[in-house]
Every structure is written in C-alpha cells, then in structure tokens.
C-alpha cells in the first residue's frame, strides 16, 4: 500500500505541531541569548565555574578536554546495529572523572557541536518522547559540561529540539556568527568566560558558516551565519580588552582543511575555515575544531609569529582532544601568566565505560532499546550498500521507490549515504530504518527541465566514475598526488575518492546511460521517461519535470544544483514547490509498516558501458575503495 502526498502532508502536520505547539515566533527571537556578553560595552563576562583566586602556587596546571561530533554515541551500545562498541561519552565520563580526581589540576570540559543526530538514542528524545528532559542535557550535565559550540547537525534537528536542549542545559551554548538578518545581533551567545583558580579561560564559540548550504531554511529562520575570520577579527579585540583573559580559546564547529569542496584560502564562509582563523586572527592560545571528524594536533603560527595550538577530537567519542596548560606566577607583573601548552588527543577505548552513567542513564537505554526494536514489516532478501557503489542496487533503488511513492514525481535521485550498511533478509525494526537512511533530511519536491536533469547528472557522474581508456583503468575517481598516485587514507583503510559516496547521486525514473569512455559534462545518455505503469517516453531536454530529491541536495549541498545545473540559491527555492514536514525516516518506517513485506528488485534503469570493462573495473576497485 503506498503513502501519496496528502496522507503524509496531513500526518506531518500534526506531528509539527506536537513538535513546536502553537508557537509562530521566529526563531530568532526564541534562542536564548546572554545579553551582558553580547553588547560590545560589557565590563565582564559572567563565568561558567568560579574559584577563589589564590596566589600559594607557584604554578596552577588546566587541562582543558574537548569533546566533537559525538553523534549521539552517549553510550557503549549501537542501537542501529544492536551491539556493544567499545567508546562512547560513558567512556568520556571515566576519562574526565580520573582527570577531576587530580588534585593538582583544575579541568575544563567542552563540547563542539553535532550531538543532536546519529545514534537512535537523540532521534527518540528528539521526535518521540518529547515531554522528558531530553538526554542530551541529562547526560551534559551530570558530566559538567562547562560550554558547547552549536552545530550543524543540531540545527538540522530543528528549533523545537535545540531551544529545548538549550534551555535545559546547565551551561552556555555559544555560536557568535550566528546572527539575526534583521538587527545583526547575535542570537546565541558569543562567548563566555570560564574561571579556574581565579585564571579567566575565555571562550569563543562558531559554527560553520555553510548550514544554508545543506538545511532549510524554516530551521533557522531569521538568521543569518558569517564568515568565521571577520567575526573572529570583530569578537577577539572585544574579549581581549573587556575580559582580559589568561587564555583564549576558540571553540569552533568547523574542520581544518578549507579546500575541502574545491574552495580556497581567499574565498568567504568557508566550510571548514578553523586554521584560516588560527593564521589570520592573533589573539588566540588554543582552538578546538570540529565537523571534520578528524583527530587534530598541530601547532600553527599566527599574524604575530606566536603559536597557536590547533586541536581536534576524532567522531562518536572515540578520542577526546586535550589542552594542558601551566601556569607560572609572574613576581614582576604580579600575575599568572602562560609557562607552556601541550596539545595532544587521548583514545577512549582504553577506558571503561562508567558505571555511574550506564547506571543513572539505564532507563533511557531501556526505553529506546525497546523502541528501535519494534518490528515494522519484513524483507525478502539482504540488501547492502557496497554493490551501490559500482552500479544500480537494490538498496538505492528501495530508496528511489519510496521517495517517488511519496511524492508522484517524475524522476527521484539518492545517494548510498553509508559506505557499509546493510538490512538484513527477514523482520524489520524500526532500528533497521538508521541504516536505510542515515540522516534526518526532508524530502523536497522540485522543478527541473530535462537538460538541467541531465547536467545534475552529469555532475554526479562526473566525480564519482573515473573517465577510461581501457578495461585497466580503474571505474572510481580515485584522488591521486602530485605523481599520480592514488592517496592512501589511513584513518578509513582505504584510498581517497574525488567526492564522498553520499554525494553520488543516481536516478529513477528514467532510463539512461553512462559512457565510462567519454569525458565529463558528455557521459549520461538519457534516453527515455519512465511511466508509473512501466510504459516510457521519449526523454524531452526542454520539457519542465518534477523531481523528488532529498533536503540536503535540495538545497546545494554538493553543488550538484549550483555548480552541476548552474542554478543560484533563489533559484534553487523557487523551483522547490513541496516538501515534507517530517524527516524521510519517519515516512519510510511508516511505508515498511504498510507494505507488509518488501520484496526488494533493481530495475536497471540506468548501466555503465563499456559493461565488460565496468565489471572488471569493479574487481579491481573493490578493495581499494572498501580496504583490503
């Protein structure tokens, strides 16, 4: 039985409204902001922690803990694969208790950002039970967390999650380039200011300043994000001179390599701009990164040939990144002052879980274990996402069914959104639906023509399949050095492609194929529509088509609409003319309950030619891009 528009229309409205009730204020004026720190003629800060200043020491030690990109990994258990894993914030908790234990240190703990989606866990306190205190503050506060940095992924949770998560937390969430369109004031809290042993630990906070790249904008409405080093250059000064910190940390949901998606160093709101800040801005002693999931330790040089430690925690709480700091007492100045830094980053895997959260916390595992595990329908037969890479697949081609059954348009296009990920043959659960789809994106409804169908395809081809002159030549778009060389990546044991599989879109729909001999812009062939009755028609470049396509894509992330089909933000919104309400999960658990039994099949639309040569190209790739 399939879910036409209106039914899940009707459903997603009532679910929002259980959601946000029936508030219609913008969300600018609904985020809590400390205002003492906003206004530039504030005297002092409010500190997070306190402590009488003493002057016995001859040194005081901080150790400053950072945690990023926790997914919602609260605990040592994969809801969306029913085991046990061996890091999580429990593991966190351990570390961090053993580091307070210390009596001749004083312990500051961050977070970074992006710990409102991933594991079922947030997704249940998110969208099902929305009455309790959501776990995230639970588990943040009984931890002492002292401040955290907004992320992109909290905010793709909506605003009646994080303003509820805000609210609830016993500490600051800061992002002081997130500021109102209208006024230009901040609408989070820019920064605030930590004391331990009557030392100031400033800290500035900023997300990354692509989320209008990747969300809809009804999840942030009314604000607008800046460039990180102009809001840097403005914040620092302000800091420096009103606070008169110790130390000056940045705490930044943004990654370090600023070339990631072609970009380079001169362009505005880079994604990941966090070294860029570090090089350009002085003032600063530490910045913690985040989005990039990757562990950082480096040491950089700022304008004013100081150094500037650069740190960053891996994903899913498998390390933490740490700054000890000693301080010395300047006899002369009469004051502290910085002796030295170390940088590094601690693995959690070496330490176990704690008790104290596993057991505080047990009710929600409970609670949630019970929830990701109701059955929801049956599959037929094992479906996974390694044969997505290479060619059409069940598993991509369930998801195109599901989005075209929800919407009636045309043409659908998805991306495999995991590198392994499988739904095993039998019952389904609600646990199984993480796998399918990975994130919460909605699910657009757009208008293209033929030829821009045909150029956002071009684009996605373009970076995943290499172009070949011989059966020899590998399929995949491999990075490759200055030499030619295909890179290694040690942290996935596997080589480097151009674009991440999850910008790998494919299409349903329509028939077509990809020439692996021709060069890019010039390999996708579509010949023919396909009708919901199995009949076709001729492809027509200049006919209007409607497209189901998910919020992510929709609205520019991987450049497939704007660098692929050429389209600007403006134009992107006004060719959107639906979307869903709720996130694509939601209706594809919703779908599995009503079908029954899935009887997964790939329609092959679409083939890779030569086909001798793309099958044997396969062989060779397959170790390469899935490790020996």
Request: a negative charge; proline letters at 4%; aromatic letters at 10%.
């Amino acid at each position: 039985m399939s879910i036409k528009k209106i039914s899940f229309l009707i459903v997603g409205i009532l679910i929002i409204f259980a959601f946000v009730g029936c508030k219609t204020a913008p969300v600018t004026e609904e985020i809590p902001v400390n205002e003492s720190v906003v206004e530039e003629k504030v005297e002092q800060a409010p500190a997070v922690k306190s402590a009488e200043k003493s002057m016995m020491k001859e040194d005081i030690h901080v150790k400053i803990i950072e945690t990023s990109d926790v997914h919602g990994s609260l605990f040592p258990y994969d809801f969306i694969n029913d085991k046990e894993t061996k890091t999580s914030l429990a593991q966190v908790y351990s570390y961090v208790e053993e580091q307070r234990a210390d009596e001749n240190q004083s312990v500051v703990l961050l977070d970074n950002g992006d710990i409102l989606q991933g594991q079922p866990i947030v997704y249940y306190y998110n969208f099902e039970n929305t009455t309790d205190e959501h776990i995230i503050a639970s588990v943040m506060n009984a931890m002492e967390y002292d401040a955290g940095t907004v992320g992109n992924h909290d905010v793709e949770a909506g605003p009646a999650v994080y303003l509820k998560v805000a609210k609830e937390c016993d500490f600051p969430w800061l992002a002081a380039n997130a500021v109102s369109e209208k006024t230009g004031k901040n609408v989070v809290t820019p920064y605030t200011v930590i004391e331990r042993e009557g030392l100031k630990i400033a800290v500035l906070g900023m997300i990354t300043p692509g989320i209008p790249n990747w969300l809809p904008e009804n999840l942030y409405e009314g604000i607008f994000f800046e460039d990180m080093i102009d809001t840097a250059q403005k914040w620092v000064p302000i800091i420096l001179s009103k606070e008169k910190p110790d130390v000056l940390v940045g705490l930044f949901h943004s990654g370090v390599d600023f070339e990631y998606g072609g970009r380079t160093a001169d362009e505005k709101y880079l994604e990941n701009a966090s070294l860029l800040v570090a090089e350009q801005v002085p003032g600063f002693d530490i910045i913690f990164t985040g989005h990039d999931h990757q562990d950082t330790n480096m040491i950089v040089k700022n304008p004013d040939g100081e150094d500037v430690y650069v740190l960053g925690a891996l994903n899913a709480a498998r390390s933490v990144a740490v700054a000890d700091i000693d301080f010395a007492w300047d006899t002369e100045k009469g004051a502290y002052g910085v002796k030295a830094i170390n940088g590094s980053t601690v693995m959690m895997e070496d330490y176990p879980a704690s008790e104290v959260a596993i057991n505080t916390f047990k009710y929600a595992m409970d609670e949630v274990k019970e929830w990701v595990s109701r059955p929801i329908g049956t599959i037929t037969e094992t479906i996974s996402t390694p044969e997505a890479m290479f060619g059409d697949s069940k598993f991509v081609d369930l998801i195109h069914t599901l989005q075209l059954d929800l919407t009636d348009a045309d043409v659908s296009f998805a991306a495999p959104l995991s590198l392994f990920a499988s739904i095993e043959e039998g019952q389904v659960y609600v646990r199984d639906m993480f796998n399918l789809y990975k994130y919460e994106n909605l699910l657009y409804t757009m208008e293209l023509t033929g030829a821009e169908i045909d150029a956002f395809l071009e684009y996605s081809y373009m970076n995943w399949f290499n172009q070949m002159s011989s059966s020899d030549d590998h399929i995949i778009r491999f990075k490759t050095d200055d030499n030619g060389e295909l890179i290694f990546n040690e942290r996935y044991n596997s080589y480097d492609t151009v674009t991440r599989y999850y910008n790998w879109d494919s299409a349903a729909g329509i028939k077509y194929t990809v020439d692996l001999r021709k060069p890019d812009g010039d390999k996708v062939n579509i010949k023919t529509l396909i009708r919901d009755d199995g009949s076709t028609e001729k492809f027509n470049r200049a006919k209007t088509y409607t497209v189901a396509i998910n919020s992510y894509r929709g609205n520019g992330g991987g450049g497939h609409l704007t660098k692929g089909v050429g389209l600007s933000k403006d134009e992107i919104a006004d060719r959107t003319i639906d979307s869903t309400v709720a996130d694509l999960r939601f209706y594809f658990i919703k779908q599995f309950e009503n079908m029954g039994t899935v009887v997964p099949s790939v329609d092959m639309n679409w083939i890779a030619s030569p086909i001798v040569w793309a099958k044997k190209a396969m062989v060779q790739d397959y170790p390469l891009l899935f490790g020996e």
